[in-house]
């Protein structure tokens, strides 16, 4: 299976890009589902975290308390190494049953989409990266819209991941989203009809 990772900062367009490729018939894994799924109440990811954290990582109606653990490992890179070691290869497993199954089914190329692809050193995993780009300025607008974040809250927020221009020169095809939708849809289109070009070549 061909693995494409699709990327970018917060609020660049990367799922106004998903559902562009979704519409082209593309195989998409939805990373952020699967890493929700794996701590589902009555999971073995749950009772885990659990197992680590303290009861005090559930809430009354058994879901995990997000804002606690997120407040144990907080600056706190052993407590957040902890919590990675349980949930990362939850999350690998799943990602690679969803593979197998679109393998399965037939599918020569997967994309998976994932927000924090470089955070998470995904990068060695997949043959090739995309990234949906957009400038700082369009980004900051966007989120403080969409969000309702006042502009220091947005910008602690981009702040707290990879700056996208790193992003950008870790990969191997650029949408840059920081035009009109329809900019963006033609340079969508034009690469994924080259990858289905080169998909043939294989
Ligand atoms: P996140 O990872 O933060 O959830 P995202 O990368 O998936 O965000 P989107 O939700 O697709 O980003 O887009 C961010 C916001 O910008 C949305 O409100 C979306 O409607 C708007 N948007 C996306 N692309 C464009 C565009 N080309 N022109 C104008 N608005 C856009």
Redo the contacts with the bound molecule.
């Keep these: 299976m061909y693995k494409i990772g699709l990327t970018?900062?917060?609020?660049?367009?990367?799922?106004?890009?998903?559902s562009m490729l979704r519409q082209y018939g593309a195989a998409i894994i939805d990373c952020d589902i699967i890493a929700r799924d794996v701590v589902l109440p009555g999971s073995d990811g749950l009772r885990a975290v659990v197992r680590t954290f303290g009861t005090q990582a559930l809430l009354d109606d058994g879901t995990m308390n997000r804002a606690y653990i997120g407040s144990v490992v907080f600056n706190n890179p052993a407590k957040k190494e902890e919590l990675e070691n349980i949930l990362f290869p939850l999350i690998r497993q799943e990602i690679r049953t969803q593979i197998a199954q679109l393998e399965k089914a037939g599918e020569a190329v997967v994309f998976l989409d994932m927000?924090l692809l470089f955070e998470v050193k995904y990068q060695s995993y997949v043959n090739e990266v995309w990234l949906?780009y957009?400038d700082a300025a369009?980004q900051l607008t966007?989120?403080m819209?969409?969000?309702g974040y006042t502009k220091d809250e947005a910008l602690a927020r981009i702040r707290s991941q990879f700056p996208i221009d790193k992003k950008r020169s870790l990969s191997q095809v650029i949408v840059d989203?920081?035009?009109?939708?329809e900019?963006?849809e033609e340079q969508v289109k034009a690469a994924w009809n080259q990858l289905l070009l080169r998909m043939d070549k294989r």
């Design positions: 970018g900062g917060i609020a660049s367009g990367k799922s106004t890009v998903v927000p949906v957009v369009t966007r989120l819209a969409r969000n989203n920081t035009a009109s939708l900019k963006t």
